[in-house]
């Protein structure tokens, strides 16, 4: 019996003589994306559009002959695009078609979730970011289903998440953070830093934030002092990405930003060599280590600093929770405690007790 197709994937080809090039491997079919190692970014940008090139869902196929291959192309081509985050969706599609390309929608079950685990811990990789990939896969799965009842939804069965990070930055660490990223000369790890601390903004809608409006990321209104986070092309997901009011503090530095990167033709608010960035990472980590901090301080960080700054400074935490897109009874559950407020009640009856003794 032939083997099933893995379907389109991402293969390192070596070339004698010249470096590793990343090339789409479909069957017997093989195609370069022109991306060297170093670019796979970029060659997972280039696998997402050849996929949504060539790929029609058949939805009259019978479950038993579905496979994971094809309902993760299909997730693909039409959801991902409006995804909060599409190119974490294309990441995540490489190693989800290795290890789930060649199987049945039927093979889902706990223990090959489980498989898929140890599989990437065996590659290096984090338990968290298998989480996050089998989260990609089942919601490739409940959109399949929602196109075509599936006579058995198959479960998804994820690592449970871990606890919320509580790190977050002083404000003489933030200082020391953004002095080496200005010392490195990395103006965008400086930009990043700024924005993020000033705003909570996610990492990925940070990155995509332009001069003008967008329909595939956000942009800075200086005229009206609003940061939108979504592009107008961009569906709202549960990763919400409200407007953000730009404290004055931080409208003196996009003001700057804006004159001379409209003099220089640069679209986007953060940009290595005037193009937009994928991913904060190298340079970020850089920028950690010359300012003696631990890895630990990622740039998620700057979202937790931004929210425990506002609580430390009294701000109520329904307006906390509306700069940053989530709910109060999250705020609370991670954040808490750094409220002035924090069980001021329990506090006070303790104090009572005292007295009445």
């Not at 800075?220 to 404290?247: C, L, M, Y």
């Not at 700054?309 to 609370?332: D, K, P, R, Y």
């Not at 405690?337 to 007295?355: L, M, N, V, Y």
Request: include cysteine; charged fraction near 25%; aromatic fraction near 8%.
């Amino acid at each position: 019996m032939p083997r099933r197709a893995k379907g389109a994937r991402l293969y390192p080809r070596s070339r004698k003589g010249r470096g590793v090039v990343w090339v789409i491997r479909d069957g017997e079919y093989e195609e370069s994306t022109g991306c060297g190692e170093a670019g796979r970014a970029g060659a997972e940008r280039k696998l997402q559009e050849y996929l949504a090139k060539k790929f029609i869902p058949n939805h009259e196929r019978h479950p038993s002959e579905l496979t994971i291959s094809e309902v993760l192309m299909m997730y693909a081509k039409t959801r991902a695009p409006n995804h909060a985050a599409p190119k974490l969706v294309s990441y995540h599609l490489g190693p989800l078609l290795d290890f789930w390309g060649e199987k049945l929608i039927s093979d889902i079950k706990g223990q090959s979730c489980r498989n898929y685990v140890e599989w990437r811990l065996s590659q290096k990789r984090k338990e968290s970011t298998a989480r996050r990939e089998l989260i990609t896969l089942r919601a490739a799965v409940n959109a399949w289903h929602e196109e075509s009842p599936l006579p058995a939804l198959p479960v998804v069965v994820v690592p449970p998440e871990g606890e919320a990070r509580q790190r977050y930055l002083t404000r003489r660490e933030a200082a020391r953070l953004l002095r080496a990223a200005r010392r490195l000369g990395a103006d965008h790890v400086a930009r990043f830093i700024l924005v993020g601390l000033y705003t909570g903004t996610r990492h990925a809608a940070l990155l995509s934030l332009s001069w003008l409006p967008s329909i595939s990321g956000g942009h800075v209104d200086i005229a009206q002092s609003v940061i939108h986070r979504r592009g107008f092309g961009q569906r709202e997901t549960n990763k919400r990405r409200p407007p953000a009011r730009i404290p004055e503090r931080l409208m003196s530095h996009l003001r700057r930003w804006q004159r001379s990167d409209m003099v220089n033709g640069i679209s986007h608010v953060i940009t290595w060599q005037g193009q937009p960035i994928q991913k904060e990472r190298r340079a970020w980590a850089r920028v950690v280590n010359m300012a003696g901090l631990s890895a630990e301080v990622t740039p998620h960080v700057l979202r937790h600093t931004c929210a425990t700054w506002a609580l430390q400074e009294g701000v109520e935490q329904w307006h906390v929770a509306a700069l940053l897109g989530t709910s109060v009874a999250q705020i609370e559950r991670t954040y808490g405690q750094h409220d002035p407020k924090f069980q001021e009640a329990i506090s006070g009856a303790f104090s009572g007790a005292r007295k009445r003794g």
